[in-house]
């Protein structure tokens, strides 16, 4: 056999692999069963269509696993039962915000914080989801509490500058983005407020 017959027959073979990845990549999964790509079980779009109750996306017995919404029922009730018991605080406050339910999720961050007043990250959370819940003047109120604590906080100075802005107070947030741009200028956040600064 020449080394051109060898080259015509592997080109061949190639092309019949082209040719069959193209079709069954292609072809779509039965609307009951699984996607392709997805392992045995695992819910495909169609799935979690038909299950979801709440169009917010929150979290419900029919689009969450048991075990995770057994899991936070029972760290409510603990939290709930032993007032002065931090342990479960933080991990529930951030559970129920990434799970969408924000307003449930602030008494948990803000009992968190009357036990540990210092905590600059559990106020960072606190303040963002008075932010998402259009409470901009609790958050603003946590934000200038952490830059009272860590004046130097590019991050702090640039949440501060944001919501001014979203207040409707350019000046102030120019004066906070500039103040940022002025303590930590080769920072991300005060890119960040230079970019924000030409929006205003």
């Known amino acids: 056999m020449s080394i051109k017959q060898i080259y015509i027959i592997i080109g061949s073979i190639l092309v019949i692999a082209v ?20 392992p045995p079980g695992h819910p495909d ?18 689009n969450v696993r048991k075990d995770f919404m057994h899991e936070m029922e029972m760290m409510q009730k603990h939290a709930d039962e032993n007032p002065n018991d931090t342990t479960d605080l933080l991990k529930l406050g951030q559970m129920l915000y ?71 107070n350019k000046a102030e947030a120019k004066k906070t983005w500039q103040k940022l741009l002025d303590t930590a200028p080769d920072s991300e956040d005060a890119g960040r407020a230079k970019e924000s600064m030409k929006q205003l």
Request: glycine fraction near 6%.
């Open 98 to 168: 990434f799970s969408h339910k924000i307003k449930e999720a602030v008494p948990y961050y803000e009992r968190y914080l009357k036990a540990a007043p210092k905590n600059t990250d559990v106020m960072f959370d606190l303040a963002l989801a008075y932010y998402d819940l259009q409470k901009t003047d609790q958050a603003l109120e946590i934000t200038q509490r952490i830059l009272r604590l860590e004046p130097k906080n590019s991050k702090a100075m640039y949440n501060l500058g944001a919501i001014y802005a979203t207040q409707g």
């Open 45 to 62: 779009v169609s799935q979690m269509d038909k299950g979801a109750a709440d169009p917010t996306g929150a979290p419900s017995a029919s």
């Open 19 to 38: 040719v069959a990845v193209a079709y069954f990549s292609n072809s779509t999964p039965t609307p009951d069963g699984p996607a392709a790509g997805l």
